[in-house]
Each structure stands twice: as structure tokens, then as C-alpha cells.
């Protein structure tokens, strides 16, 4: 059992495009997060969600919108994408509160051409 | 600001050695330091972690050896093997208002020779 998934694994889409990764928890976690990875694998929070609502949001261009339909689930949707959105992007979720042992997807790499 | 410092950037380490990697933090606030481990097309996984109120924490070859004066903690893996060979990143958090989030070390990499 995956216990955290997220897809597609890879997505590669030209300039413009508007794209979705999805993520889904089976650990019965209250909080979630978006990291970006870049391509010096350096690993930088975008967004955090406990219990559905949205708790952080780092200084992320307002063209990435995460979407939390239930404490199981966070999407990223991603506007008008652009070169330097390329990365992996990272689901995981904790436990919460005192609790901030996170466990990480498998990652979706983004290429944007 | 980087709040994390992790070196060194890349290691190369014979089987059987001891890897070391450094971290420094400068929040005095961090509670809570993880060491995760990352291979190659996977997401990054819980290695071992410690809290300030110890200086050390040993599972199996890996190693936290942790000095709160210094704000400085490092991972120590014994006997290293090839299939250690994979990006190692510190971490730290704190706990505020009811939650908490990581961050990272820019992360080494870890290559074990055979």
C-alpha cells in the first residue's frame, strides 16, 4: 500500500499550458505539503494544509493554486506554466502538531518545453 | 537567509568507511532535526531523527550526534556500503500554533565506492 501517491510521475507540457498533480494520503494525516525540488535537488516548502486549510504559503507565484478537497487529497494546479517551473515537485504529509515526521511521494517531474 | 547549512555538498567515501555530513541551524527555536535520505527517481525518506534534549541518537550504522551550544548536528554512518550512496538532507523544525514545517539542508551526496 502506497502511503503517499501522487500523479503523474511525469509530466512534461509546453510554456502556457495549465497543468494538475495530484496527491492523495492513505495515513490518515491532518497536514500535507507542496515541496519544490530543483535541479540542484534543493528542497524548498510551497505550501502547507492542516486539516484542509491552508496554513503556509511560502512566496510562491500566484499561478500555483493548491486545492485540499478533503484532508486525504491535495492538488496542485499550475497556470500559464513557464520554463523555470520545471522541477520535481514533492507531496508529503505529517501527523501534525508536535508530530513532523514526513512522509514523501514519489515525486512528479515537471518539464515544461 | 538559509537556515540550514548542511557540507559537505558531495562525499566520497571506501566501503567500510565513515561518512560524516554537518548541519548548522541558526533558529534557536528548531526542535525536531530529521535526516532523510533520497535515492535516485524516489521522494526523500526518514532516516533517523533526534530532539535537543539528547546529544546523541544511534540506529543501526547511522548516527545524530547533536551539540545545542554549537546549534550544530551531524550524521555519522558506519561501515559505510554502496548501497548507502544516495542524497542525505538535514532538516529542522518547530512546532508553532499547533503545526510545524521542515527545512532543508542543501543536501550531500553520498557516494560509497565499492
Known amino acids: 500500500d502506497t502511503a503517499v501517491s501522487q500523479t503523474p510521475k511525469y509530466l512534461v507540457t509546453q510554456m502556457g499550458n495549465d497543468k494538475s498533480i495530484k496527491c492523495e494520503q492513505n495515513l490518515g494525516h491532518d497536514t500535507m505539503y507542496w515541496y519544490k525540488q530543483d535541479s540542484k535537488k534543493f528542497l524548498k516548502i510551497m505550501f502547507s494544509?492542516?486539516?484542509?486549510?491552508?496554513?503556509i504559503n511560502e512566496t510562491v507565484p500566484n499561478r500555483f493554486s493548491p486545492k485540499s478537497p478533503d484532508k486525504a487529497h491535495l492538488n496542485l494546479h499550475i497556470n500559464s506554466l513557464e520554463l523555470g517551473d520545471s522541477a520535481v515537485y514533492f507531496c508529503?504529509?505529517?501527523?501534525?502538531?508536535?508530530?513532523?515526521?514526513?512522509?514523501f511521494g514519489q515525486g512528479t517531474r515537471l518539464t515544461v518545453v | 537567509q538559509q537556515q540550514v547549512k548542511q557540507s559537505p555538498q558531495s562525499l566520497i567515501v571506501q566501503k567500510g568507511g565513515i561518512s560524516i555530513i554537518n548541519c548548522a541551524y541558526e533558529n534557536t527555536a528548531f526542535d525536531y532535526f530529521p535526516w532523510y535520505q533520497q535515492f535516485p527517481g524516489k521522494g526523500p525518506a526518514l532516516l533517523i531523527a533526534?530532539?535537543?534534549?539528547?546529544s546523541e541518537k544511534k540506529e543501526g550504522r547511522f548516527t545524530i550526534s547533536f551539540n545545542k551550544s554549537a546549534k550544530q548536528f551531524s550524521l555519522h554512518i558506519m561501515d559505510s556500503q554502496p548501497g548507502d550512496s544516495a542524497t542525505y538532507f538535514c532538516a529542522a523544525s518547530m512546532v508553532n500554533s499547533g503545526y510545524s514545517t521542515l527545512t532543508f539542508g542543501k543536501g550531500t551526496m553520498l557516494l560509497v565506492s565499492p
Open positions: 494544509y492542516n486539516n484542509k486549510e491552508l496554513i
Open positions: 508529503a504529509s505529517s501527523p501534525g502538531g508536535w508530530k513532523t515526521e514526513a512522509f
Open positions: 533526534i530532539r535537543p534534549d539528547v
